[in-house]
């Protein structure tokens, strides 16, 4: 049975333009680009390469303003770290009840370290509320962080249009986004339509680049301060030795990205959008959440009433369907995602989340072959609920109340 993996949320695939552009890095390139003699200063040129294509593919901002990291995480702790550090006097942090917890953790840590932070909540379809974002903005506001594309739902926020609005209202705010989602996936001018932006995180694994290379863009002038101390690499902003062949690949697809943005995103939507149509049309009591705004061309995350996630995973996966849990169960808690929590997903549904992301990888036998098979796996195990009536196909009248008497 061929595999279809639709989890390009978690990671993608190399692609074989990507992999042919590192594989000289990893054998006959191999030296390290801060040693002097001609061989390795070749490899430093090609890093410098990488830099200034990836700048060019975010409106052609300025080379010297992308650091190379090992991963997003990585750069959202280098740029939440890093502003605290260069910003003593200031204690307040801005975020959202979305983000991922490589931004929502940080954030954590810093409020038991006494820093005050604010958690902007979103609504039914994960939209945030512009009216809560100018009231969250306070004078000893120092950093506001939050995503350009939910991992989940893959909701868009307006992080351009909230980025102006906090430097008009106070310039020496410091704006973060982590835009892992959305990089290689939609256009990003940084230096137009985002000039306002300060930093921005990004990882390669997302977009067809190999896992274990991320970047951090960290406009010029922005107060940030090292977080990794140990060496001159990156102009002294991020110590050691730079993951060169990776860093190429990962200039490689964003180029790639770019280049096939007008072919991929339309054809990749439609795709989206006729599993999703087939689904509502086949299975009853789901919702399609964050449908109700703007989206990611990629990501479904659909909540079937009165099943489990892990369940739906496991008999997925024995159709030889690779897909995502909106819910933490299968990393061994019971809890829910914070995600569909805070999106307020009903407490029938909130545990059968399952997260279909697409890529361009992605064909229309793949589609169909999951409108085949994913109801038939609902439908299997919702005859072996006790909240369901098999003979009527609906939720037992009283299948809340029961429900709701366990959560």
């Not at 590192?22 to 390139?29: A, G």
């Not at 439609?270 to 689904?279: K, Q």
């Not at 009853?284 to 909540?303: C, D, F, K, L």
Request: with cysteine.
């Amino acid at each position: 049975m061929d595999t279809i993996y639709v989890d390009n949320n978690a990671t993608t695939r190399v692609a074989p333009e990507v992999y042919r552009a590192m594989v000289p890095f990893l054998t006959e390139h191999y030296f390290n680009p801060s040693s002097m003699y001609q061989p390795a200063q070749a490899v430093a040129a090609a890093v410098s390469d990488a830099r200034r294509r990836i700048a060019q593919n975010f409106g052609g901002v300025r080379p010297d303003e992308i650091l190379f990291t090992s991963c997003a995480t990585e750069s959202n702790n280098m740029a939440i770290m890093g502003a605290v550090k260069a910003n003593p006097n200031r204690r307040h942090i801005i975020t959202t009840t979305v983000e991922h917890p490589a931004v929502l953790e940080v954030c954590k840590d810093l409020a038991r370290g006494g820093y005050e932070v604010t958690c902007l909540p979103v609504d039914r379809h994960g939209n945030l509320d512009v009216a809560d974002f100018v009231r969250a903005l306070r004078p000893d506001t120092l950093l506001i962080t939050i995503m350009h594309a939910n991992n989940e739902t893959g909701v868009v926020f307006p992080v351009e249009e909230l980025a102006r609005v906090a430097k008009e209202t106070d310039p020496n705010i410091v704006f973060h986004t982590d835009a892992t989602q959305s990089v290689g996936k939609l256009p990003i001018d940084l230096a137009v339509d985002f000039k306002y932006i300060d930093m921005l995180s990004f990882s390669g694994h997302k977009l067809h680049a190999p896992k274990g290379v991320g970047a951090l863009f960290l406009r010029r002038g922005t107060p940030v301060r090292p977080v990794m101390i140990g060496g001159h690499q990156e102009s002294g902003r991020r110590a050691g030795t730079e993951n060169v062949a990776f860093i190429v690949g990962l200039a490689a697809a964003m180029d790639l990205a770019a280049e096939r943005h007008d072919q991929d995103e339309p054809r990749i939507r439609g795709l989206r959008d006729r599993l999703e149509t087939a689904l509502a049309e086949r299975i009853p009591n789901i919702e399609i959440n964050g449908r109700g705004a703007p989206r990611m061309p990629n990501t479904s995350n659909i909540a079937c009433h009165y099943v489990e996630g892990e369940g739906m995973l496991y008999q997925l996966d024995a159709e030889g369907v690779c897909a995502s849990s909106g819910s933490a169960c299968t990393s061994g808690s019971l809890e829910p995602s914070h995600v569909l929590t805070a999106l307020g997903v009903p407490f029938t549904a909130v545990h059968g989340s399952i997260r279909f992301s697409l890529s361009r990888y992605n064909t229309d036998a793949d589609v169909d072959h999951i409108i085949e098979v994913f109801p038939r796996v609902v439908e299997n195990l919702r005859n072996l609920s006790p909240y369901w009536d098999q003979s009527a196909n609906t939720p037992r009248k009283n299948a809340a109340e029961l429900i709701g008497k366990t959560h």
